[in-house]
């Protein structure tokens, strides 16, 4: 009876094969050309092989044999049972996706034939701890190693140029990593939440760090960015909670914001010397010419905190987290105040804005929850959703007439507390009139006759 139904499996297996499809030991092949083809799964088939499986460098079927020269996408995705692959060296290409969420593979071995890997090859292989790469690649497609949670130690490729997006992403264990000489490129996210890494040399060929590089990357306490590097994202080092020290070379022309937003140990920024675009000063990094703030250290701002009469731009997040922060004064300087820039500024009890200020992005002031009062000042063009959600004890606001005829802002999600705040709109010709907190959940109620 066993051999019967694996004879019937086997058939229904065969009937979803398309032309030029065939399958050897547990393996579909496709026929690419006269003498090529490349290897995956058969999708239809639940079938799956386990252990050691050994691709085999050629095959053949009908009377022709065929050479192996391609891993197709998805080729093995959710093996769950293979713990080793052996690659011949006959494959030249390896398609996305191709051994992701295999979830019991341990050891891999690109080898050296390998010229082209797609993104997310081993995306989810979260018991791999052996892999080998050829050292020809230039490149490493974003996702490879993505979730790969065992992964302890990597040897890049001495050839390597770019690390790509989530290269990394969430390998929580990885301890060693040796960046090559060469590389010039980190992606965005490319070490996200690599939280085991203690070190982290960076070599002086870099010229660009990515968005949220090494977000949360608590393990390191020192980075000294290397001369050369030009460009360095949007809270590159957000949420290294382990760092105390940061040098940025003089080389560095742009900085993104919120560098290192959430590092409440880093206590010390060093701007070399000769940099011309950035400075730091009294914790705070901003434009040379100190018209713009794009970060600030936790650790360092404390108290009453007033920002500098020649300031022009807040940066998103440039202040997100600052807990030490009581008292916040925005001069008339200021027109552009990016999203979350104070969020989670908890301990602000009092928050003054001069005549000046024309946007204030989503949720710049969220989070503020010790603060009572608030007056929005005219100048006021644009604001964002949720500018003061979380501000559970603000009990009084005041805001010029023409933002509440926006509804997608001016509504209960732009401020907290809905149940015990009052609203004062103010009216171009000096009066105003009152709406409670609730009523902002009805916007029909907006405009009471006057």
Not at 133 to 150: E, H, Q, V
Not at 225 to 254: H, K, M, R
Not at 292 to 315: D, F, M
Not at 340 to 354: G, Q, W, Y
Request: glycine residues 8%; charged residues 20%; proline residues 4%.
């Amino acid at each position: 009876m066993g051999v019967i139904i694996s004879a019937l499996a086997l058939n229904a297996c065969a009937n979803t094969l398309q032309d030029g499809e065939f399958m050897h030991k547990g393996m579909k092949f496709t026929i690419t050309s006269d003498s090529t083809v490349m290897v995956g799964k058969n999708r239809d088939s639940k079938a799956q092989l386990k252990g050691r499986v050994e691709i085999p460098a050629s095959v053949t079927h009908k009377g022709i044999t065929y050479k192996v020269t391609k891993i197709d996408g998805w080729g093995f995705f959710g093996w769950k049972k293979v713990t080793e692959f052996i690659i011949p060296s006959t494959v030249s290409e390896i398609d996305i996706w191709a051994f992701s969420n295999c979830t019991s593979l341990k050891r891999i071995t690109i080898p050296e034939s390998v010229t082209s890997m797609g993104y997310a090859v081993f995306d989810g292989c979260e018991s791999l701890v052996d892999v080998t790469l050829p050292d020809t690649f230039t490149n490493l497609p974003s996702r490879t190693f993505n979730k790969c949670i065992s992964l302890t130690e990597v040897r890049l490729p001495s050839e390597l140029k770019t690390i790509e997006d989530r290269a990394f992403d969430n390998c929580k264990r990885l301890r060693v990593l040796d960046i090559p000489d060469g590389v010039s490129s980190v992606g965005n996210y490319a070490f996200d939440c690599c939280e085991s890494l203690t070190t982290l040399p960076l070599p002086s060929s870099l010229q660009h760090v990515g968005a949220y590089a090494f977000n949360c990357c608590n393990g390191l306490t020192s980075i000294r960015l290397p001369e050369g590097l030009l460009t360095v994202g949007s809270q590159a080092f957000n949420y290294c909670t382990g760092l105390t020290s940061l040098t940025i070379p003089a080389s560095v022309d742009s900085l993104g914001s919120g560098l290192f937003a959430g590092c409440r140990n880093l206590t010390e920024v060093v701007v070399a010397a000769g940099n011309k675009k950035f400075t730091c000063n009294g914790g705070v990094v901003m434009s040379a010419d100190r018209t713009s703030i794009l970060a600030s250290l936790s650790s360092v701002v404390k108290g009453q905190y007033e920002v500098p009469p020649t300031v022009v731009e807040i940066a998103p997040y440039a202040f997100y987290d600052c807990k030490g922060i009581t008292g916040l004064a925005i001069p008339a300087s200021v027109r552009t105040i990016g999203q979350k820039a104070f969020l989670n500024c908890s301990a602000v009890e009092s928050l003054e804005f001069a005549e000046g200020v024309k946007e204030i992005g989503q949720a710049a002031f969220s989070g503020l929850s010790l603060l009572t009062s608030v007056s929005l000042p005219s100048s006021v063009e644009k604001i964002g959703q949720f500018v003061f959600g979380d501000c559970r004890h603000l009990t009084t606001a005041s805001v010029p007439e023409h933002i509440t005829t926006d509804p997608w802002t001016f509504n209960d999600q732009l401020f907290d507390n809905l149940d015990n705040l009052v609203v004062s709109v103010r009216h171009p010709d000096g009066t105003s009139h009152a709406i409670k907190g609730d009523e902002l959940i009805n916007l029909n109620k907006l405009y009471p006759e006057r």
